[in-house]
């Protein structure tokens, strides 16, 4: 199986700082990578798919980018809906595997 | 607008099976390039994805649960099923059933069910 880490775990920000998380595959996994935007009591949204495209009707502030195993999320300026937990998945195999989340809150 | 809502007990005793169903209205399930799936989440943890299946027939299952899943695809209905062998409390989560788009540049999961906990205890 192909194991999926990121980083950080959790993270605090204020409205309108510049945010990255990453995220890394135990193999290469080409731009068969996605990111879903998570918020509590709410089921998972795409945001991303295939490493940099932007899901219809998600806002440009969100940028993903990378190949291989190492891969970024991007927020350039948060906004207060923004604050959720951040989920990378890799397509490469079918067998979907998910990263742990990032939890991004409220300095 | 494509819909998905699962539906099942929310409760099941251990050693037993889980079987859950989701409905898809708004669109077919029959379509060519989608694949119907579930990913669970353990309270506070994150997300698994548990297997995905086609229309026709064909199934993907994540090897630590394969030996007790079943996901099946009901045309006639335009839903599909999840069925979950053995449980422990290990299997206490909020399962989703999800659409798997297959395109040329990846496969993601871009419709999603609201959720439905499942707590395995006696």
């Known amino acids: 199986d192909i194991q999926m880490t990121q980083s950080p775990s959790s993270l605090s920000a204020s409205v309108g700082d510049r945010v990255t998380i990453t995220c890394r595959a135990s193999?290469?996994?080409?731009?068969?990578l996605n990111w879903y935007q998570q918020r509590p009591g709410k089921a998972p949204k795409l945001l991303v798919y295939?490493?940099?495209t932007l899901q219809s009707g998600v806002p440009s502030r969100f940028s993903g980018s990378g190949s291989g195993t190492d891969f970024t999320l991007t927020i350039s300026s948060l906004q207060p809906e923004d604050f959720a937990t951040y989920h990378c998945?890799?397509?490469?195999?079918?067998?979907?595997?998910f990263g742990p989340g990032t939890k991004v809150d409220i300095k | 607008q494509l819909q998905l809502q699962e539906s099942g007990p929310g409760l099941v005793k251990p050693s037993e099976t889980l079987s859950l169903t989701c409905t898809v209205s708004?669109?077919?399930?029959?379509?060519?390039?989608?694949?119907w799936g579930w990913v669970r989440q353990p309270p506070g943890k994150g997300l698994e994805w548990i297997g995905s299946?086609?229309?026709?027939?064909?199934?993907y299952y994540n090897p630590s649960l394969r030996s007790r899943v079943t996901i099946s695809v009901d045309t006639s209905k335009n839903h599909f099923s999840l069925k979950l062998s053995s449980v422990t409390a290990a299997d206490t989560a909020v399962y989703y059933c999800?659409?798997?788009?297959?395109?040329?540049?990846?496969?993601?999961?871009?419709?999603w069910g609201q959720g439905t906990l499942v707590t395995v205890s006696s």
């Open positions: 999800a659409k798997w788009y297959s395109s040329s540049v990846g496969k993601y999961f871009d419709y």
């Open positions: 708004g669109g077919s399930i029959s379509t060519s390039d989608d694949y």
């Open positions: 299946a086609y229309y026709s027939g064909s199934t």
């Open positions: 193999q290469s996994i080409s731009s068969y």
């Open positions: 295939a490493t940099s």
């Open positions: 998945q890799q397509s490469y195999s079918n067998s979907f595997t």
